[in-house]
């Protein structure tokens, strides 16, 4: 219980970390200027957003981002009623070359 507690507290502040620091680069100009990236994206485990920062020009970038989606599926086998809630939830942090 309390390792969950851990994991979610660093997923909260890795979030908090990648909302601010897309806040702090908005300005296109901003963008343009140092080739920083924002992009979002859907995949298998939801809506997300990525922040894509050049360590070394045209040669490393840092990548962080956040990921989420919900499912619930239900079902009925043999008069039984199955149900799932289903959160899925990523924080990435990568370093592209």
Request: no cysteine; charged share 15%; aromatic share 6%.
């Amino acid at each position: 219980m309390a390792a969950r507690q851990i994991i979610k507290g660093i997923q909260r502040r890795t979030l908090q970390l990648v909302i601010g620091m897309m806040l702090l680069i908005l300005p296109v100009q901003a963008q343009a200027l140092l080739g920083i990236g924002v992009t979002g994206k859907v995949g298998t485990t939801g809506l997300g957003a990525d922040l894509t920062v050049p360590l070394i020009p045209n040669w490393i970038n840092l990548r962080a981002g956040y990921n989420y989606g919900e499912w619930r599926p239900s079902t009925t086998q043999g008069g039984i009623n199955y149900k799932a809630d289903v959160r899925l939830e990523t924080t990435p942090l990568l370093i592209d070359i």
